[in-house]
């Protein structure tokens, strides 16, 4: 059964960093492009980051450009995804999501992303 797992989120101030896992069980992460997205309440979900399966090609959308950095580590089945220089605007669920479509990068829709975690708080205080 393929599953993902998200840890790694808490409290931290503003200028702060936190490092967010998404741990895969029942497939393996090299074969998927996955994603992180969030929500932050009363908003929709909208894409953060993504890392291509195969090549590793990365997106990272505008808010977060330069301040998060997405990697995968094979031989833990594990992607991470890097915050530094944390804004109260950070604050919400994050969530990673899988998906074995041939899709672009920086298609960071929801509906082309079929496997999801149960996500992982952050909370950025001013």
């Known amino acids: 059964q393929l599953q993902l797992l998200e840890s790694g989120g808490g409290l931290v101030q503003a200028g702060g960093s936190l490092r967010l896992s998404c741990a895969a069980s029942?497939?393996?992460?090299?074969?998927?492009?996955i994603g992180w997205f969030r929500q932050a309440p009363g908003k929709e979900r909208e894409g953060v980051s993504s890392?291509?399966?195969?090549?590793?090609?990365?997106y990272y959308s505008d808010s977060v450009k330069g301040r998060f950095t997405i990697s995968r580590d094979s031989a833990e089945n594990t992607v991470y995804l890097q915050m530094n220089n944390l804004k109260p605007e950070d604050t919400a669920a994050y969530y990673c999501?899988?998906?074995?479509?041939?899709?672009?990068?920086?298609?960071?829709?929801?509906?082309?992303?079929?496997?999801w975690g149960k996500g992982t708080q952050v909370t950025v205080s001013s």
């Open positions: 999501a899988a998906t074995n479509r041939a899709i672009n990068v920086a298609a960071m829709r929801v509906g082309k992303y079929d496997y």
């Open positions: 029942g497939f393996t992460l090299d074969s998927y492009t």
């Open positions: 890392i291509r399966k195969n090549d590793g090609n990365t």
